[in-house]
């Protein structure tokens, strides 16, 4: 079975810039969460999506919004891109979330110039 | 919200040797996870423990959840053990995950 898919792997952006980056969870996972990582730290919590609902939200500005669509991908929307955007975003699977194990994908890497 | 410490930040070890990574929390949990992340930044999945002890080939895991703290232990280092481990959790009223700062591992041939 295929694991969690990224699209797209890299992108470079200008500040002011919009970026939409997509997810899709493995088959039969119904939750997507959305993960920023900087460099040097851990993996932090931006959004948890269950059944096309917003089930979480992290402490992130409102520049950064989410969707699920009925066959359970997800896109995560920042709009205004800053310098401090440039991350590791990463998208996690889980049957469905809460306390379910979460598997991740590959990442997209963006990078804001 | 829950607070997670991983210890030690660093580690450097020779091949062969033994290691224990420590993960502490601040609040009871719904899930632990611990990940191995490559040099690709792909967290790959090493145990889904939020209570009780696990073992897979040459890792184990225990999580004492009335203590509020997680152990992964490595036995025979290979240098492709290499890399950051992260523990993960979900607990304090928060539904996604929220990772420690990671212990990052050198395996010296």
């Known amino acids: 079975d295929a694991g969690v898919t990224q699209s797209p792997t890299h992108l470079i952006k200008t500040r002011g810039q919009h970026v939409t980056l997509r997810c899709s969870p493995i088959s039969g996972h119904k939750s997507v969460s959305w993960y920023q990582q900087v460099l040097g730290q851990g993996p932090q919590f931006i959004f948890q999506y269950y059944e096309k609902e917003e089930r979480g939200r992290g402490n992130f500005p409102d520049r950064f919004s989410a969707r699920q669509f009925p066959n359970y991908s997800s896109e995560l929307n920042v709009n205004a891109l800053l310098l401090g955007d440039s991350a590791l975003y990463l998208c996690?699977?889980?049957?469905?979330?809460?306390?379910?194990?979460?598997?991740f994908g590959p990442g997209t890497r963006l990078t804001v110039t | 919200g829950i607070q997670v410490e991983q210890s030690p930040p660093d580690l450097i070890l020779q091949e062969g040797a033994n290691s224990t990574l420590r993960c502490n929390f601040s609040?009871?949990?719904?899930?632990l996870q611990w990940f191995h992340q490559n040099p690709w930044g792909q967290l790959i999945n090493l145990f889904y423990i939020p209570s009780g002890t696990k073992q897979n080939g040459r890792l184990s895991a225990t999580t004492v959840a009335t203590e509020r703290y997680s152990l992964l232990y490595i036995s025979s280092s290979q240098t492709t053990d290499s890399g950051v481990y992260f523990c993960?959790?979900?607990?304090?009223?928060?539904?996604?995950?929220?990772f420690g700062k990671g212990t990052h591992l050198i395996i010296q041939p």
């Open positions: 609040d009871s949990v719904n899930n």
């Open positions: 993960a959790v979900v607990g304090g009223g928060a539904d996604g995950l929220t």
């Open positions: 996690a699977s889980s049957w469905t979330g809460g306390s379910y194990e979460q598997y």
